[in-house]
């Protein structure tokens, strides 16, 4: 079931394109259920995305044990992320108001930050500055890819 969705959703959304093969340089781990790639922007330095393989629109829509499967992937990039960039605080979020398919923003938050207390959209209209290049996509992924295996 879950395959032709893709399919079908393939033309416009986003996410199961980046899932597709299409996240390029900023592809960091290819697990079971999600993928994770390097954010879209680099305002928070290290911030990454744990995409759902599958054009899902909830997590209570996913069977149990992919939801948990999909939360320890996210947990996993945090602890990631937390070891390369020795970030303050981690902000996990899961909104999908723009994209609807299923995906975590795994956000490091850091004491330099203006308000280091405030949301991670605070400051949003400054992320389009900060877009993640090539070059970046690839250091970031590397890093983080390297700090995945050594894990577990
Ligand atoms: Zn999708």
């Known amino acids: 079931m879950q395959h032709q969705e893709q399919h079908h959703h393939l033309a416009t959304c986003p996410l199961c394109r980046d899932v597709?093969?299409?996240?390029?340089?900023r592809l960091i781990a290819v697990n079971e259920h999600t993928i994770t790639v390097v954010?879209?922007?680099?305002?928070?330095r290290g911030?990454?995305?744990?995409?759902?393989?599958q054009h899902a629109r909830e997590m209570?829509?996913?069977?149990i044990d992919v939801q948990q499967a999909v939360m320890a992937d996210?947990?996993?990039a945090g602890r990631a992320i937390a070891q390369?960039?020795?970030?303050l605080k981690i902000n996990y979020a899961s909104l999908g108001n723009v994209v609807e398919h299923l995906h975590w923003h795994v956000i490091p938050r850091y004491r330099e930050e203006?308000?280091?207390?405030?949301?991670?959209?605070?400051?949003?209209?400054?992320?389009k500055n900060h877009v993640t290049t090539p070059n970046e996509a690839?250091?970031?992924?590397?890093g983080l890819a390297d700090a995945l295996i050594c894990e577990f």
């Open 20 to 25: 597709a093969g299409g996240a390029g340089p």
């Open 39 to 44: 954010g879209e922007h680099q305002f928070f």
């Open 47 to 53: 911030y990454c995305m744990v995409i759902a393989r």
């Open 60 to 63: 209570h829509d996913l069977p």
């Open 74 to 76: 996210v947990f996993r």
């Open 84 to 87: 390369v960039y020795k970030p």
């Open 114 to 127: 203006a308000d280091p207390t405030s949301h991670p959209w605070a400051e949003a209209s400054r992320f």
């Open 138 to 142: 690839l250091d970031a992924a590397r």
